[in-house]
């Protein structure tokens, strides 16, 4: 989605674009780092082909949806280079925050970045061409009247069962019960998902790979306790 996008064809995105004015270097890294590695949704109808993200061939691409200040997409990153990986999210200080840790371990070769909305990445991604996807501490919507702007929802369940492989993992994360209420209610009933949980501590302990973030401590030292869902994506 481009600036050009007349305003009316947009989808709605909730939620702030820009934080506190960026220092000089990251102004630097927007400028220029981002363009290196800017992934944009093609025109309408368009494919993104994974292959020809990379460098190098990857064995496998993980989305991460909202990636806040970009900590777990980059060490994931770094703990898998032979993993590709996309981030999308259209808060640019955050995306200003990740291309710091990319610029510093030398990431280049395995993130491509969608400052924007992930709906139209999804949806241009091929058939079954993903291995996971993290959707982690969302912003929870408390107020009823806002529940669908939640990610986690019918309307952007089909676009993730879409778009996983067979077997491949959803994984989410929130420190707020109602969401973690309404993301489970709706990913639990929806059939192409099956729940990884045969007891408490599979939701209330990370997985072992788990990439704790600002957010999430910031949420452990106010007293908040975080609950990590996992989703098989059931075979077609």
């Not at 200040?69 to 200003?96: K, M, R």
């Not at 707020?176 to 209610?185: A, I, S, T």
């Not at 990913?187 to 990439?211: I, M, N, Q």
């Not at 704790?212 to 106010?222: F, H, V």
Request: glycine share 8%; aromatic share 8%; hydrophobic share 40%.
């Amino acid at each position: 989605m481009t600036d050009d996008t007349p305003a009316q064809h947009r989808p709605l995105l909730y939620g702030r674009r820009r934080g506190r004015p960026l220092r000089q270097h990251r102004t630097s890294l927007i400028e220029g780092l981002l363009p290196r590695l800017q992934l944009d949704p093609p025109p309408a109808g368009g494919i993104i082909d994974p292959a020809t993200l990379f460098p190098t061939p990857k064995r496998d691409l993980w989305v991460e949806v909202g990636f806040g200040g970009g900590e777990h997409l980059a060490e994931q990153a770094a703990a898998n280079p032979d993993i590709g990986f996309i981030g999308c999210e259209p808060f640019i200080n955050g995306v200003a925050n990740l291309l710091q840790h990319v610029e510093a371990k030398d990431l280049s070769g395995n993130i491509r970045i969608c400052p924007d909305d992930a709906r139209p990445i999804l949806d241009a991604l091929p058939e079954a061409s993903v291995g996971r996807v993290f959707v982690l501490f969302a912003d929870p919507w408390p107020k009823l009247r806002h529940a669908e702007r939640r990610f986690i929802g019918p309307a952007n369940l089909p676009r993730l069962a879409r778009v996983l492989r067979d077997g491949a993992e959803l994984r989410l994360a929130t420190d707020d019960q109602q969401l973690c209420r309404w993301m489970l209610e709706h990913t639990w009933r929806y059939p192409e998902f099956e729940w990884l949980a045969d007891k408490a501590s599979d939701w209330r302990v990370p997985p072992a790979d788990w990439v704790q973030t600002r957010y999430e401590q910031k949420a452990l030292e106010a007293g908040r306790v975080p609950v990590y869902l996992r989703f098989r994506r059931r075979d077609r």
